[in-house]
């Protein structure tokens, strides 16, 4: 299995928060240290657009400016990446993908296109 694994999506009204977990796949777990991984959206209509990165190797992060300060990346020691979102609003209903990438710059990639291992995504639904 090449692909990560997502899970913890869900239904919450605004204000709610949801943790979203992704888990590497196994062809990533003898060089984890050496990925980034990332949280992706998508929602009914509109493009793919990155969320939140962090770096296995060292944990740095990247947020993109719509979730600053209600949203938080973050992984543990078994190889799983967190999403924690606070503060839910309507506009952050989407289906919500992890992908990973190897690291081959100081700084994660935020683009679509340079992750190539994809989840199959978890649907987050925020009601108003």
């Known amino acids: 299995q090449v692909q990560p694994v997502e899970s913890g999506g869900g239904s919450v009204q605004t204000g709610g928060s949801l943790r979203l977990s992704c888990a590497a796949s196994e062809y990533m777990y003898s060089s984890y240290s050496s990925y980034c991984v990332g949280w992706f959206r998508q929602a009914p209509g509109k493009e793919r657009e990155g969320v939140a990165f962090i770096s296995t190797g060292g944990g740095s992060t990247v947020y993109a400016d719509s979730v600053k300060g209600r949203f938080t990346i973050s992984q543990d020691n078994t190889k799983k990446v967190y999403l924690q979102m606070n503060s839910l609003q309507p506009q952050d209903t989407a289906m919500y993908y992890c992908?990973?990438?190897?690291?081959?710059?100081?700084?994660?990639?935020?683009?679509?296109?340079?992750?190539?291992?994809w989840g199959q995504g978890t649907q987050v639904t925020v009601s108003s």
């Open positions: 992908a990973a990438r190897r690291k081959t710059s100081l700084r994660c990639p935020t683009m679509v296109d340079a992750y190539n291992y």
